[in-house]
């Protein structure tokens, strides 16, 4: 199958993954009764976590829960990942306990090197090799997100920003599955980290004012994989300086 191909493929796994979990808000583009936010609003509350179920919730098992949600899948729905990272905030209580939990950073960062970008079988279903390659997705925008990042310790910031340049690395090998989508989100993740934890330490931060490296952290989306190199080196410089 030609390259072109491909990528074509990969897209239509990711359209119609994002479509099936975006289902949740389906009836408001369907119906335009009075009832249309009663309906969409029972359909949220059928996909919550019971509260007394969710409280009692360990992180990890809230960490599986965001990733495995019918709400995750919004996440490829925007063409800004924070902002259907936020849509997912507002409409899924379990995203919302998780971000509250006090331990969240390193229970994070402990999940996140547990995963493996390449432990798939090549010959998976297309659809489920699109799934397996989404969840590295649903962590690094989760990875991303300030209220977490601002929370990490020293030690904790150096085991992260290590993991992050380790599936860089693997994504790159990888790339055919993973896609400049897996890379690009990945590198979002990166260089948020080195934004703000940058400016507490006094690293210089001016690579970012660089249109490639402003659109990326803008958007968490690169425009082309050309930028990567100087970011991976920018994030070595950072952690061996951190």
């Not at 507002?90 to 970008?117: A, C, H, W």
Request: proline content about 3%.
């Amino acid at each position: 199958m030609s390259m072109k191909k491909k990528t074509w493929c990969f897209y239509l796994i990711l359209a119609g993954f994002a479509m099936t979990i975006n289902g949740v808000h389906a009836q408001e583009s369907q119906d335009k009764s009075m009832t249309e936010s009663e309906d969409v609003d029972k359909v949220k509350i059928v996909n919550q976590i019971p509260e007394g179920i969710l409280l009692d919730m360990s992180t990890e098992e809230l960490i599986q829960a965001y990733i495995e949600s019918r709400f995750t899948g919004l996440i490829l729905a925007y063409d800004n990942p924070q902002d259907g990272f936020n849509r997912v905030y507002e409409d899924f209580s379990g995203l919302r306990e998780l971000l509250n939990r006090d331990d969240i950073g390193i229970k994070l960062v402990t999940y996140y090197q547990g995963m493996d970008p390449g432990l798939y079988d090549p010959n998976w279903e297309p659809s489920r090799i699109g799934k397996f390659t989404f969840k590295f997705i649903f962590i690094e925008v989760l990875i991303a997100q300030e209220r977490i990042l601002e929370r990490l310790t020293h030690s904790e910031v150096k085991l992260l920003l290590s993991e992050l340049l380790k599936k860089n690395e693997l994504k790159t090998r990888y790339c055919e599955k993973h896609s400049i989508l897996g890379l690009s989100i990945n590198a979002f993740a990166i260089t948020r980290l080195i934004e703000l934890k940058g400016k507490q330490s006094g690293f210089s931060l001016e690579f970012l004012q660089e249109p490639g490296m402003d659109y990326l952290l803008k958007t968490g989306r690169l425009r082309n994989d050309r930028i990567l190199p100087a970011l991976i080196q920018k994030a070595q410089e950072f952690l061996q300086s951190y």
